[in-house]
């Protein structure tokens, strides 16, 4: 049964790192006019250099992460540093806000559609 939830499940850990990303842009653009304040950036954590396991069985221990979409929030230090040694820039926050809201949405509909056709197969195709 629980192949039939896998797209869902991987696509709702997308939806949970976006929604993340998007607190982290909202909390640069509230920064934007603290001095000293270093604007925050969410990166996916890469884990293609450990050495991949072989799995030939179902049983067998895999070590990739259950979660593609595993991140962590850095500092980003790079950028236009102004009198108040503040590098947010809020014209390049929205437009980062924006493309994350697109995502989102783009996603959810995804989502809705897959539920949507499930739930045609449980209750029967003639309604």
């Known amino acids: 049964m629980n192949f039939l939830f896998k797209d869902i499940n991987l696509e709702t850990s997308f939806l949970d790192f976006l929604r993340i990303k998007d607190r982290v842009i909202a909390s640069n653009i509230a920064n934007a006019e603290t001095p000293f304040y270093k604007r925050l950036k969410v990166e996916l954590v890469n884990n293609d250099s450990e050495i991949p396991l072989k799995t030939t069985l179902p049983g067998h221990i895999s070590n990739k992460s259950p979660n593609p ?11 236009l540093v102004g009198n108040d040694r503040n590098n947010v820039s809020v014209e390049k926050e929205m437009v980062e806000l924006e493309k994350v809201a697109l995502k989102y949405e783009t996603v959810l509909k ?10 045609m197969v449980i209750k029967g195709f003639g309604g």
Request: charged share 20%; proline share 0%.
């Open 69 to 79: 979409f595993a991140y962590k929030i850095v500092q980003d230090s790079s950028g």
């Open 110 to 119: 995804f989502v809705q559609g897959k539920i949507g056709s499930l739930d």
